[in-house]
């Protein structure tokens, strides 16, 4: 059983121990993760190397993105004097009032 559920493939455990060579060269050629699915769950995402290496490297970049925004923000803030500094010992927890 085969079924393509938003440009992804699911097949059952079964279905990818016969039929392992098509289904990994189905991967291979459509760059489309598998899923896998063991006992009616989804068990494992399977995919090529080109696509788990692009998809890695998508997120790093993303988390570069993510930490410079953050780092330039908290410079605009320190430079506009919207920063506290903390006593030596406290903790930023301290400062907040529950």
């Known amino acids: 059983m085969c079924v ?5 493939f699911i097949v059952t455990v079964a279905d990818l121990q016969r039929r392992y060579r098509s289904l990994v060269d ?4 459509t760059g489309e993760p598998m899923v896998v699915i063991n006992n009616g769950d989804p068990d494992v995402v399977v995919m090529d190397v080109a696509t788990y290496n692009s998809y890695t490297q998508k997120l790093k970049e993303l ?17 506009a004097g919207k920063t506290i500094i903390l006593k030596k010992g406290q903790k930023l927890l301290d400062l907040i009032n529950w």
Do not use: C, H, P, T
């Open 4 to 8: 393509n559920v938003n440009y992804q």
């Open 63 to 79: 988390q570069e993105e993510n930490l410079l925004r953050i780092a330039s923000e908290g410079l605009k803030e320190y430079k």
């Open 26 to 29: 189905k991967i291979k050629k």
